[in-house]
């Protein structure tokens, strides 16, 4: 593993924690991005990566991710992220989940986990017997599956941008194409059928694609047409890299707003060129934040009311971020950079000034 110290430093990560346990065969990586707002709180993912700097960079771009999300969302969260890295169909048990939860409780609150791809609500309740350091859990008053609220969360997202572009304040006799109906989509379709719009679906499960159409009456798409299908909406729910040099020019819809995950394939290049087309983009970590928002409820007493009134807020940021696109001639997802790191820098300022007063307090005190 090279360059790991210039690495995180150009990323600006405060920790990094490798953990093994070979009694188990865990072998993860916690990654700490940025505590200025809170705790860093973020996922799990159980992947077999081809090598451990695979792991390594995904880790670290993840958790910094997330304390984008989580400055955006106007969370008191910092970001973190953890891989635990080999096969979760051969590696995954009790004993597993239990010695990653040591880990997590051994840093004491400044990494908080959650579930993220491959792991699911009963390997959470593992970790959960070793630290409380832990959310998305059912038990304990925990929130559970984050899904229905990242739906809605894209739902306000999809209401601004059309406000924004269309001038409209209901999506109601518009078209969406929605690529992977999972957890998200299927919860997003559910939604989007209630406010009458039309629904084009793709997943390469068909019997999700089939089971959206028997409940919600939406047209079935070719994997590899969905993109090209006339919707005023695309909304991808699948899996990252979605718009790159191939699809853009294919894409009808002008306006993107979806739940997945890194939707540029490159995100400069990619967000100029987006922008180019004249097409609406919806930056993917802040409209995907009504999981993280609702997770985050756990922290001070979960109450489900709360927590969808806070995922409703995506709307007002979402507007602001496409007012300040507009008004600086950049990419949407710029800008959403830029509001994400002036609230951080704010918000250390502030510490800084804290501090510095109690220091003086000190120094008074000790002086008397
Ligand atoms: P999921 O695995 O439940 O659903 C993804 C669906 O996409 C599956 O049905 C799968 O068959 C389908 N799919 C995969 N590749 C496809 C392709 N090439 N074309 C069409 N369909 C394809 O996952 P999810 O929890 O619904 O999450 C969807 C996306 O949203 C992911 O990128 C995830 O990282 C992101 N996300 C999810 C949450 C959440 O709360 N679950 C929060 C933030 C972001």
Redesign the pocket.
Known sequence: MTNLFKLASQMGHEQVVFCQDQVTGLKAIIAIHDTTLGPALGGCRFWNYESEDDALNDVLRLSRGMTYKAAVAGLNLGGGKAVLFGDPQKLKSEALFRAFGRFVNSLGGRYITAEDVNINVDDMEYVALETKYVTGISTHAGSGD??PY?ALGVLYGMKAAVKHRLKRDSLAGLTVSV???????YNLCKLLASEKVNLIV????AA?TRKVQQDFGAQIAE?DHILAEKADIFSP????AVLNDETLPMLKAKIVAG???NQLAEEQRHGQMVQELGILYCPDYVI?AG?LINVSHELRGYDPRASEKDTAKIYDTLLKIFEESDRSSIPTHIASDRFAEKRIREVKAVSALNQSVKNQNWIDASRK
């Open positions: 984050p899904s990242t690529q992977g109906v999972g957890h998200v989509g793709s997943d390469i499960n999700n994997n729910c699948a899996m990252g739940a997945a995950n995907n999981g």
